[in-house]
């Protein structure tokens, strides 16, 4: 074997968005496609040599060739080592998980979230630094501009590895390990809860579903679910990940994972379900009948933190993304720590987390997380809500609505707009700033808005700015209105509407989402013009 050296010339458009490059398979089946991100990734990082490398992805369509590819670009940048998940699969978790682990220069995660698989689906990458999260915003820049401009590639002739057998071989002077994709992981999981507890739930009956979604983390459940802590065979449902994730689509919310919120809703429904995304990262939480919203969710961990072990000690701060319920921020008054409201995307809790300013971070988009890691983290929150169970002997609903009664309720909902025209989605945004500054003080409805802005964020570690961040509608009495338009669709533009009512009485708590969000939904259509600008009179999603 021997390194080539081969000359290419560069693709347009490879910036990394929110979460890493993210093209239609056939994008990245072209000849050299990956190979130049991949040189643009190590041009950036500069010298590897004696570094070690962790790679792996969600399992998709196109996920095995990358990961060869990959390997042998590394071997011929004399990285010392690559630890790669067998079968190349590991989750984003697990990615930063093992970076964190094994003191690991970086890590590329082949993924893209939970947008469709296939041969006519998306695939992804994505580069994450030593602290085990997403390479900063100057890092991703530098590495599209060595994309504008590459001429040449390295990369070792070398034999495919066997990606299936644990163990480690060589590709030129690089070690290659392959890594049980699940137990670095399981061993992390394993300090941070009470695993006895669990283990005795299960031993005492208690049913759980934890919907894999065909995709990454069904058998992060099974080993950990189904072999460590004793759940019954069949736990884990659609657990063995497809290339194509079984024509679904693996993004955990109330509309995609139906068929468990079908179960979930049964009279001989189990105690608690839950469902992951494509690369793991994300989760939803349901109880017997009951759905709990994300921003319940992180509430509701941050509330009873201190039930598991690895959070005995307390938190330091809480953190949310601002269209995240304020549910949270109560709670961190009442346990006197600071809140931290960020611009969406995981990225901005990394310094929070590497200051050791917050200790749990979460976003409405399901997802939570802690400083164990630094990417958000689905199992673990599964986990997290299967310790509090096992503590308490409630059950999802209970927890949730007595913890309502002592902090009071924020219902909740998102509307989105998707595949609307881009233009006239920039333009209701820009009209609705022109408003701002006439809101505050006004009567809306039966509210009275408080203040009205389009949210900036000051990074509190860094001092760097985020401006344009979402608007921003808030009533006196803590009710809400967020327009945003999503960073992360495809088609067009996205509008998402967040809705939130805050109610202190417990005799209001048990009404209809949607009910008791009505007056606010009548109030966003007149203020902003949703019809109007969008031609849409209803949102195609609601969550
Ligand atoms: C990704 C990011 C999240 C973000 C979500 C939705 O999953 O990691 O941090 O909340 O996308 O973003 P969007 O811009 O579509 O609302
Ligand atoms: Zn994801």
Redesign the pocket.
């Known amino acids: 074997m021997s390194i080539q050296t081969v000359s290419t010339t560069s693709f347009p458009g490879q910036r990394p968005g929110?979460?890493g490059l993210r093209k239609k398979v056939t994008v990245f089946q072209q000849p050299h496609y990956l190979e130049n991100f991949v040189q643009s990734v190590f041009d950036t990082l500069g010298d590897c040599a004696g570094k070690t490398l962790v790679l792996g992805g969600d399992g998709r369509f196109h996920n095995r060739e990358a990961v060869q590819t990959i390997l042998r670009m590394a071997a011929a940048h004399g990285y010392a080592k690559v630890l790669v998940g067998q079968g190349g699969i590991l989750s984003t978790p697990a990615v930063s998980c093992v970076i964190r682990k094994h003191g690991a220069l970086g890590g590329i995660v082949l993924s893209a979230?939970h947008n469709p698989g296939g041969a006519d689906g998306d695939f992804g990458i994505k580069y994450n630094i030593a602290n085990g999260g997403p390479a900063p915003e100057g890092v991703t820049e530098a590495i599209y501009q060595r994309t504008e401009s590459i001429k040449e590639y390295r990369i070792s002739d070398a034999a495919a590895i066997d990606l299936n057998r644990l163990g480690t071989s060589r590709i030129e002077q690089t070690e290659i390990e392959v890594i049980d994709s699940v137990a670095d992981y399981a061993e992390l999981m394993q300090k941070l809860f009470d695993f006895d507890a669990i283990r005795a739930l299960f031993g005492g009956g208690f049913r759980m579903c934890f919907d894999g979604m065909h995709a990454v983390s069904g058998p992060y459940a099974k080993a950990i679910l189904e072999g460590m802590l004793g759940a019954p065979a069949g736990t884990v449902i659609n657990g063995v990940p497809l290339e194509d994730f079984g024509g679904h689509h693996p993004d955990p919310n109330p509309v995609n994972a139906a068929e468990l919120i079908a179960l979930m809703a049964a009279d001989d429904a189990p105690d608690f379900g839950a469902a992951s995304d494509g690369d793991g990262?994300?989760n939803m939480i349901v109880g017997r009948k009951f759905d709990v919203t994300p921003s319940d969710s992180l509430a509701v961990l941050a509330a009873n933190a201190t039930v598991a072990p690895g959070y005995r000690a307390g938190l330091k701060g809480i953190a949310r993304?601002m269209p995240t319920s304020r549910a949270a921020d109560r709670v961190a008054e009442a346990l006197g720590i600071p809140a931290f409201e960020t611009p969406?995307?995981?990225k901005f809790f990394g310094n929070l987390l590497d200051a050791g300013k917050a200790t749990l971070c979460g976003?409405e988009?399901y997802?939570t997380g802690s400083d164990h890691i630094r990417e958000?983290d689905g199992l673990w929150a599964v986990l997290f809500w299967l310790n509090l169970l096992a503590a308490s002997g409630k059950s999802v609903e209970q927890l949730v609505s007595e913890h309502w009664a002592r902090f009071g309720r924020n219902y909740y909902s998102r509307h989105d707009y998707e595949a609307v025209e881009s233009d006239a989605a920039n333009e209701l945004m820009a009209s609705l700033r022109i408003k701002l500054a006439t809101l505050a003080g006004q009567d809306l409805g039966n509210y009275v808005v408080d203040f009205a802005d389009d949210f900036e964020y000051t990074d509190p570690v860094d001092g760097s700015v985020s401006k344009q961040q979402g608007i921003r509608i808030v009533m006196s009495n803590g009710s809400r209105i967020v327009f945003?338009l999503?960073?992360?669709?495809t088609e067009g533009a996205?509008l998402?509407v967040y809705l939130e009512r805050y109610e202190a009485d417990p005799t209001y708590h048990h009404l209809p989402t949607q009910q008791a969000l009505y007056p606010l939904i009548l109030i966003a259509e007149q203020v902003g013009g949703i019809t109007g600008w969008t031609g849409r009179a209803h949102p195609t999603v609601t969550t």
């Open positions: 929110t979460s979230s990262d994300r993304s969406t995307g995981w976003e988009s997802g958000k945003r999503s960073g992360t669709g996205t998402r």
